[in-house]
């Protein structure tokens, strides 16, 4: 196979609203120089492959796609063939986003806002044309690496039987760190994709800069440990954060990247992806001496690239009523009408504008009887070498994730926040206790309802469908 990284900066305008928290009421001029797009491109038999991560919070369904056909279009590839991932840092652009969730100027865009999302789809082709030109020949090994107590799962529970984002000790977390390593014939190290699953959300809204969070410094610590270029895709992390989080000032997020850096760089730190034995050299001396080297086998087994995807219709759950909607946008009206009447500042106002604003176009909808009862899931599967990615566009639950991962035969990384994001999927067992998640998330992606409880074990089943189709076989060792 011929495999290229290539990477191109996000450079947002001097002034800028990053999205991901309401609470965020103040615009940024701070830009991590790491913001940015890494793009791998992987030319193989039978198919070509790109593999696109954006520092971003997410991609719209529309914004996706128009941005994986330019990718697919400078790589030349079947646009089926492009994974694009958001590392769903809650520091950085929603490309797509008609509206925006957090900000200073909140209801309005930022000069050159507007112009910077616009021409931002160039900045993947950029990427992408630096990966396709490095390409080289590779061959790929996987690993699993354990990073237990860094994460969490965020579901608490409260006395009355609900759920808050906090600590739940008893929650599904996924701890495991998945590593693609790709090296050239010489061993060198060309690139290494590092799956790992958790919201990137140590720093907090006060942290008046645009940032990657702890990806970024992931990323830097493996190429500056091992070499290559490293590619982040966000897991199945829709119920899991780091285990602390929200920091008012940036350091901690250096932390835990490093230390997934640590886990994913030991996954693969053994795992040679050119198969080499030893053999016996003669050096001269006064006394007989025989040294071994590792050589290439000849000749190499083959390694698959090949592709698979599909789009799933899952049911939402009952959007609200009229009537209900319709009192509901009263109580928020009055609500802010209050908030603004005591000087809240924007932290309280947007969030409320939020659910106004989702209310409306709900009230709309449902009065002309185009509230939609279901949503398309769109599914993505690519073998490399003896390993799988599944990529989907939603925040799925870790379970999920887990239970796509143990019906595949191979090494499997599950991406969430890929090529676009509709919202989050819960497993059905966690409808009962409500949250943000159930109750609420939907509103955020302009969904008039979550999507029903069925959605996870549909996807599931779809998924391993795929995986199927690719002949996923067992990974040695």
Known sequence: ??????????????????????????????????????????????????????????HTPAAAAAIRARIADVVGCHVDAVLLSATHTHASVWPGAEAKVSGESHDAWLPGEREFLDVLP?????????????????????????????????????PDGGTVIGVNPDGYVDDSVVGLRFDDRDGGAVGLIVGYACHPVVLGPRVARASTDFVGPLRRAV????????????????????????????????????????????????????PRSPRPLSVGSWTPTVVYRRVTDEPLP???????????????????????ARMEFAQRTRERQAALEQGAPGSVTNGIDNQLRWLAATIRAVEAGAAPTAVEVELWAARIGDGVIVGVSAELFGEIGDAIRTASPSITLVAGCCNGVLGYVPTAAEYPFGGFEVLAAHRVYGLPAAVAPEAARMITASARELLASLGATPSPG
């Open 1 to 58: 196979m011929i495999v290229g990284f290539g990477r191109a900066r996000i450079v947002p305008p001097p002034r800028f609203d990053p999205q991901g928290f309401a609470a965020r009421d103040r615009a940024v001029a701070d830009v991590d120089p790491e913001l940015s797009v890494t793009v791998c491109v992987i030319r193989g038999s039978p198919d070509t492959v790109a593999i696109a991560s954006a520092d971003a919070l997410a």
């Open 122 to 158: 160039a900045t993947y082709a950029e990427a992408a044309v630096a990966a396709d030109r490095a390409g080289t020949e590779c061959r790929v090994s996987w690993g699993v690496g354990n990073a237990p107590g860094w994460s969490v799962n965020r579901r608490q529970r409260t």
């Open 223 to 274: 190429e500056d440990m091992r070499g290559g270029m490293c590619l982040f895709l966000q897991g199945a992390s829709g119920n899991v954060m780091p285990r602390e989080a929200l920091f008012d000032e940036p350091g901690p997020e250096v932390t835990l990247g490093r230390r997934i850096a640590l886990e994913a760089l030991r996954a693969v730190a053994d795992r040679d992806p050119w």
């Open 302 to 324: 083959e390694q698959v690239v090949a592709v698979a995807a599909r789009v799933l219709e899952v049911p939402l759950s009952r959007p609200p009523s009229l009537d209900e």
